[in-house]
């Protein structure tokens, strides 16, 4: 598998707005600017993750988006799966119907274990996680703490 940018960036986005969580919302202008994110794209991002009801919009001057939930409820694979499905690492191992080998596949097992893994660790890991090595990252770096 690998991670197109649509999910690095969603994934981004998203532990931005878990360092700000139970501030003021956050603007999109200043999530990609934090994480160095185009914000054309950043806004399809959100639509998104927003249809997936990971954040919420809030509107006006004072607006921006806003988690739905604490970051220690929402996991690596609540964000890459909206953005792009689920992960495996071939097809067969989500959909056996797609090949013809799939019932004798000696690898079909090898590729299924390795689909476990690596959903398990995305289910397991948490934006809070995420949020924490990155302000630990910032620190280390000299960074300022992002302003809400």
């Known amino acids: 598998m690998r991670m197109s940018t649509r999910g690095r960036y969603g994934l981004r986005a998203m532990v931005e707005l878990a360092i ?5 919302p956050a603007r999109l ?5 934090c994480q160095d994110i185009p914000l054309a794209y950043l806004r399809e991002l959100m639509t998104s993750l ?3 009801g990971l954040v919420r919009p809030i509107r006006g001057p004072r607006g921006g988006y806003l988690l739905t939930r604490p970051p220690s409820e929402i996991s690596v694979l609540d964000v890459v799966e909206p953005l792009e499905g689920p992960p495996a690492l071939v097809d067969c191992t989500d ?3 797609l090949c013809d080998r799939s019932a004798s ?3 079909r097992g090898f590729w299924s274990g390795l689909a476990s893994t690596l ?3 995305f289910e397991t890991t948490k934006l809070a996680q ?7 990252s910032r620190a280390d770096q000299g960074s300022a703490p992002p302003q809400p």
């Open 130 to 136: 995420l949020a924490a090595n990155e302000l630990s």
């Open 50 to 52: 927003s249809a997936a």
């Open 95 to 97: 959909d056996p119907a």
């Open 20 to 24: 700000r969580h139970g501030d003021a």
């Open 29 to 33: 202008k200043d999530i990609a600017q």
């Open 119 to 121: 959903r398990e660790s």
């Open 105 to 107: 596949c000696a690898a």
